[in-house]
Structure formats: C-alpha cells, structure tokens
C-alpha cells in the first residue's frame, strides 16, 4: 500500500549523466562497475500508530551508495513517490555532490513512502523515531548521517538524533545534520541550499554579462530551497517573476512580492491563496518569460517535451535531478547555460559539513563566518568546473561530473578494492 511505483528510473537519468563523464575520463571498467553499483541499500518496515489507534505499515529505505571519501551523507524524504530506484539515485547524486565541493564524505539517502499532508505532528514523530531505531546500527558521526530533505526539516532531525542517542545511551548531536539551534544546529543551515543556489546563479549572471536588474527569474518549488532562493535573489536585487507549489503557478511581469509569498506559506503551508500574480499551471511556468529558471522541486520536470520552449538562458538545478539527459541535450543545443543540481543545491551538504565539524568541535560559529565559508566553497568549487568547461568546451554538467568522478576514483585507487 506504500510502495510508489515508476514507470521511468530516475537512477538510469543519473547513470546516463555519469556514463558521458565517464567516457571522457577514459575510466575503467573496474572503476565503472564499481561506481554504477550502491554500497549497501535497506528496505524495511515501519509499523506504526496513527491517531486514531489503527495499525499502517510503511517502507523505509536507506541508500549508502559510496564511502570512499568519508561516512555517507544525504538526507531524509517523506513523499508519496519515494521508491528505491528513486534512494537510489538521489544517494548517487549526493556522492558526486560531496565531491564536487570536496566534502569530506560519501553519498546517502533516505526515505519513506508516505504523504506527510496527511498526518498529524504525533505520527510523523513515532514515523521518524521507528525509521531511526531500525538504522541505529548503521548510521552514526563516522558511518552516515542523514539530514533533512523534501517534506523533513529540523524537528524531524531532532527526533532522530533522540532516538539514536536513547539507543546509544549518550548524545550524539553529530550523527544527522540539519538540526534546531538548540540541539547542535549550525546557524545558516535552514538556508544554506537556496543561499548556494543565490551564490551559483549571481555568479554565472555576472558571468553571462547580465545585470541583477535585469534578470528575471522563475522558481518552480517553494519550499524550503525555492522560498530561500527567491528571497535571496530579491534581496540582490534581482525580480522573480513567477513561483508555484502544489497549488499552482504565480506569474508577475513587474515582480512578485516574495516576502508576501514566504508569511502566506509559513501561515496556511501552500500558496493556495496567493493574489499577488496571475495564476497559471505548473506546466506553463516552466517555459514562462524570463532569463534564469530555477527548478527546486523534484526529478524529470525539465523533459524532451518542454525543454525546446523552454525561454530561459540560465537553468539554476534546486532540486536534485530535474531534467533529463534528452531534456539535457536540448538545452546544449540551444545554448541554453546549466549549472547542475550536485554544484548548484551543494550549498546544503556544504553547512551541514559546517554543522558536522561543529559538533565535533562543540564549537560554534557565528553566521558570517558559515556563510563566508559557504561562499568560499562553492566559488571556489564553481570556478574551478567553469576552468574545465570553458578549457574543454564541455556543458557544466560534465565538467561537474568529471570532477567529482576524478576526486573519489583517486580515493578509491589509494585505498584499493578489499578482496
Ligand atoms: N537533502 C539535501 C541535498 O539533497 C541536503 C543533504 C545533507 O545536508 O546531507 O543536498
């Protein structure tokens, strides 16, 4: 009954992605096989109560697709549309994510098929907190740790760093990311993936020659990473002309008003009664008018069908995986500048390994000095991909790509196949 099924995979997107970088690299067989195959993949059950007092029983999964470079990191999605292929792929793209901007980990993912709008704060916590004590064995500061991802955020990571630390009988704020202030949080991480989508597009605009002021930008999505991206464009003075969520898309020529947006969704959690554009379909938004579009929802939206209508020049990849590799080839084709999902929404990973290296410490930074950092990481991370693509002629997706491969086949090559 929870089980979500897909007709398409959204893993064979990611290992068609890695396959162009691969060929480039001239990489081995011994090292494709490797890379095109998780770690280690969990299913299980989550029994639980609802309110009412009747029995569901749930699936829960865990990728741990690489350690090559350090314990797997990635976060914790609560959809109706989570399945294993899905875990799977977002794992394989955390792996190359971390080494894009040279964290010090691998790459994980978890989930739960399950529709979050329909339960109460109570189910979710006994959700997360049966979801937690089935992977105590294998999750931790040094093994994996999780953070939040679509539909978690930091209570869900504070029910979990609580039963894990029940279990272990001792408090271990470091083994999931993503936390309250309170409990071992870094400040700016709530943040940091729309702040690192900001960062990645003002730079590639700079780049291109085009002015904040000139630069008109659609955000599909407007949780968090899409609420915090449009906020931080505003603030650099750029105009967002259009957003959307569940409800509908939002389309404004002469800007939309993005603080009105955010209190509406913080009150009623959709922008159901948004008047501040007029409203159009989610399908209509993406090839709407503007120059940057910011897809920061979920995979496969970006498809061979829209992707020549598409009327952007800059494509900045919130969400993880939301264009295909034919939607991909239109865009080359066309011109039309990518800046990839594992560079672009890094910024996240990137504070959580600010919030990581915090607990380890037991000391705190203040905000300036994390988001210095984070820009520092990506700029430098960014700069170095433009180098390649520029060098090469190649898209910045597999400049990305080459990258990332390069960095965690030299650790895999250092530490060799145990056999
Ligand atoms: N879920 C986020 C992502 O896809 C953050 C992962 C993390 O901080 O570990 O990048």
Known sequence: ????????????????????????????????????????????????????????????????????????????????????????????????????????????????????????????????????????????PDKDVPAPDVNTNPQTMAWFMDTYSMHMRQTIPGVVTGKPLAIGGSKGRVEATGRGVMICGMDELANMGIAPKDARIVIQGFGNVGMWAARLFAERGCKVVGISDVTGAYYNESGIDVDKACELVEKDRNLGAFRGGDKISNAELLVADCDVLVPAALEKVLTAENASKVKAKLIVEGANGPTTPDADRIFNERGITVIPDIMANAGGVTVSYFEWVQDRMGYFWKLSEVNERLEDTLITNFHELRGIANRHKIPYRTAAYMTAIDRVVQALRLRGVYA
Not at 28 to 43: G, N, Y
Not at 102 to 116: I, M, Q
Request: charged share 20%; net charge negative.
């Open 1 to 140: 009954m929870t089980t979500a099924v897909r007709e398409v995979s959204v893993f064979g997107d990611g290992i068609a992605y890695f396959n162009e970088a691969a060929n480039l690299l001239e990489l081995d067989s011994t090292m494709r096989a490797i890379l095109t195959h998780p770690t280690r993949q969990i299913i299980f059950s989550i029994p639980f109560q609802r309110d009412n007092g009747e029995f569901e029983v749930y699936t829960g999964y865990r990728v741990q697709y690489s350690f090559a470079r350090g314990p797997a990191k990635g976060g914790i999605r609560f959809h109706p549309g989570v399945t294993l292929d899905e875990v799977t792929a977002l794992a394989f793209w955390m792996t190359w994510k971390c080494a894009v901007v040279d964290l010090p980990f691998g790459g994980g993912k978890g989930g739960v098929t399950c529709d979050p709008s329909k339960l109460s704060q109570n189910e979710l916590e006994r959700i997360t907190r049966r979801y937690a004590a089935e992977l105590v064995e294998v999750v931790g």
